[in-house]
């Protein structure tokens, strides 16, 4: 762990939210993306994420021409501002073509859209000056098992992966796992589903991950280690940090929130792997509470990345030699104790 090491962060337009949810209209009037991008500079972030259509709104409605050219012209007014493309997702679960789910649907033609569409988002990627897609595979599971067959998914979903590395030689894939919401059960649930399905494609080396503390809470996991298994791997391109209470919706809560400990757990390991030194970003993919009022909108970032950088202090003032002493003495008492205490900033 070096000390001067630092991070750079990132959120994207999504995060900051307007509070509607399945039982209630939104609580926040909506903002353009100016200004969203305007408040991202404004809290010091150095980098957006970005669906396909946040870059380019109405995707479907325009020309592949139309499409590339105002996605050229985002990039100007994201170079006028200093700010980086962190990634492009391709937004497959709006479409009504891909109601049924989109690599891994049953017709071929919302085969065909989802496959086209990715490879629309890397031209995106391209111009915005990214080699990351990143993959949050939400409508590929079922409602019931007896909807699909799971091989034929797997399949499917090599063959949609295959056709995006194929359409450009350096883009990376980062699967970012979820086990359900908005499905039952979704077929790449964790990072070892997504890092063994990377092995089946025809280039592993461009085949990672994105890993969502949530969604790794949501699978019963926790997310240092899932974060530790694919750093061992080299595959952990992204985090999304957030927090998760137990197993309810996906309630992207600031990070901390609900656990700070297993918060500093996560800080440790990125800590401890140098996470950013290969131009990775810090992402939150936090929501503001429905709540909210629009005078606090951006609190929940604000704090996210404070929470973060404390943890970070706590990370680089544990005691890792008191801490080992306790290990080889087997005393997981004491040193369960000790991390309590050094969270609490305890005065001994
Ligand atoms: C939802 C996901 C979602 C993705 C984003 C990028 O559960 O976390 O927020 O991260 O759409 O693909
Ligand atoms: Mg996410």
New binding site residues.
């Given amino acids: 762990m070096s000390a001067t090491h630092t991070y750079r962060f990132c959120f ?1 337009p ?1 995060n900051l939210s307007e509070g509607a949810d399945p039982y209630g209209p939104p609580t926040r009037e909506k903002q353009s993306f100016a200004w969203k991008l305007d408040q991202l500079k404004a809290l010091g972030f150095e980098a957006m ?1 970005f ?1 396909d259509d946040d870059a380019v709104p109405d995707i479907d409605g325009k020309s592949a021409s139309a499409v590339l050219a105002e996605a050229k012209e985002l990039r100007r007014q994201l170079d006028g501002e200093g700010i980086a493309a962190e990634m492009v ?1 391709p ?1 497959l679960w709006f479409a009504p073509q891909t109601i049924d789910g989109a690599y891994t649907g049953n017709d071929p033609a919302a085969r065909r859209y989802a496959i086209d569409r990715s490879r629309q988002a890397i031209d995106i990627a391209n111009e915005l000056g990214t080699d990351l897609l ?1 993959l ?1 595979l ?1 409508r590929e599971g079922t409602y019931l098992r007896e909807a699909k067959v799971a091989s034929e998914a797997y399949d499917r979903l090599v063959e949609a992966f295959d056709a995006m590395l194929a359409h450009d030689p350096k883009i990376r894939l980062a699967i ?1 796992p ?1 086990p359900n ?1 908005p499905m039952d059960h979704a077929y790449l649930p964790t990072i070892g589903h997504a890092l063994a399905i990377a092995q089946l494609t025809d280039d592993p080396s461009r085949v990672g991950a994105l890993i ?1 503390t949530a ?1 790794c809470i949501l699978a019963g996991l926790d997310p240092s280690d899932e974060m530790e298994f694919a750093l061992r791997f080299g595959k952990l391109w992204s985090v ?1 940090l957030n927090d998760q209470n137990g197993l309810k919706f ?1 309630q ?1 809560k600031p990070f901390g929130s609900s656990n700070l400990r297993s918060a500093f757990d996560q800080v440790r390991t990125l800590e401890r792997h140098e996470f950013g030194s290969h131009g990775e970003y810090v992402c939150f ?1 936090v929501h503001p509470f429905r709540s909210t009022r629009p005078e606090h909108w951006l609190e929940h970032l604000r704090n996210s990345r404070r929470t973060f950088l404390q943890l970070v202090e706590k990370s680089r003032t544990f005691d890792d030699a008191a801490a080992a002493q306790l290990i080889a003495q087997r005393d997981y008492q004491a040193l369960d104790q000790m991390v309590i205490e050094h969270l609490l900033g305890s005065v001994h």
């Fill in positions: 994207g999504w994420m669906h997702a937004r990143v949050w939400a970012e979820k919401e969502e969604h999304h996906d992207d993919d």
